[in-house]
């Protein structure tokens, strides 16, 4: 299917593993010319120059710890400053650890807050208004499903999400009139370094090995697997075309079919 996407510019934050790093590429296999953004500058550079060379796309890494709000505006800006004008935010980067109550410290707590909740918000208020002035943008925000299926373990993870379901419509309602769409984008379990991370901690919270928490975690997807980085960023790459032009203010699981609510 022809997504109309080339052209396009978009940012990808958390592009240099991953579902950020997947949907980056995915961007750039549809001609979109893609600004990376992660903490760790080899690893960036190296994501980015094996996607240009693989797309023959234009692909960008910009270094910055997206907790710190200075390093942010500057991501932003250098973006704008190397791609010219920026179509399509993806919000990606997330590091929220397990854990429980008793054990999670109020830095924890901060952090996770500043990098997912606002991280994405600061991306897309300096993102949006442009988007708004020229009338077309797209903003996807990648969140997970434990915004509406909250765990005692993963209690920060769980209500940051939670925040960003509402953030998500809110924005939406927003940006519409100015035919800036903004959707939400739940994973269930997907094979990345970060889930690698979150069985290891879930497992010795549990006191069971890594192989048993990731048999728990599959055994409560109904497809009965983990999903791929690619099963994710062909979705994201379909709601930033126009095929998808009436879809806005809405949160989508892609997550096996592991979420069971109304
Ligand atoms: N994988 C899953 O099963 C799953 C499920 C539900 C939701 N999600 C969500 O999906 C998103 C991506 O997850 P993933 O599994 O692809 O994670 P990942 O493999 O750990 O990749 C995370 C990316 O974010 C970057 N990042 C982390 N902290 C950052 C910071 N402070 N500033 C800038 N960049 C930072 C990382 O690069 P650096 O470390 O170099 O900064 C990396 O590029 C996250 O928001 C996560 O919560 C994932």
């Known amino acids: 299917m022809e997504l109309g996407l080339r052209g396009r510019t978009a940012v990808v ?9 997947a949907i980056a590429r995915k961007l750039a296999q549809e ?7 992660a903490r760790d500058a080899s690893r960036l550079d190296a994501a980015a120059a094996e996607i240009a060379r693989e797309t023959n796309a234009r692909c960008i890494a910009i270094p910055a710890d997206l907790t710190d709000a200075a390093q942010l505006e500057a ?25 429980r109550i008793g054990g999670t410290p109020d830095e924890v707590w901060m952090k996770s807050i500043n990098l997912k909740l606002m991280g994405y918000m600061r991306c897309a208020r300096i993102l949006t208004p442009p988007m708004r002035a ?4 797209r903003v996807i925000n990648i969140i997970g499903r434990s915004g509406h299926q909250p765990r005692p373990n993963y209690i920060t993870g769980s209500a940051v ?15 519409a009139p100015d035919n ?12 990345t370094p970060r889930w690698d991370t979150v069985v290891a901690q879930g497992a ?3 006191g069971r090995s890594a192989e048993a928490e990731n048999a728990a975690a599959v055994a409560s997807v109904a497809l009965g697997r983990v999903g791929t980085p690619e099963e994710c960023s062909g979705l994201v790459a379909f709601l930033c075309s126009d095929r998808a032009g009436f879809i806005t203010g809405t949160n989508i699981d892609i997550d096996g079919g592991g979420t069971r609510c109304i």
Do not use: Y
């Open 204 to 206: 010795a919270d549990m």
């Open 180 to 191: 800036v769409l903004v959707t939400g984008v739940n994973p269930g379990p997907i094979a």
């Open 161 to 175: 999400n939670a925040s960003l379901l509402s953030f998500t419509l809110a924005l939406a309602a927003e940006c």
């Open 31 to 37: 001609g979109v010319a893609v600004a990376i953004v």
């Open 75 to 99: 991501a932003m800006a250098a973006a704008q400053a190397g791609l010219g004008s920026i179509d399509i935010l993806v919000n990606n980067a997330g590091a929220t650890p397990m854990g």
């Open 13 to 21: 934050t958390g592009g240099s593993l991953g579902i950020g790093r």
């Open 134 to 137: 020229r009338r077309w943008g």
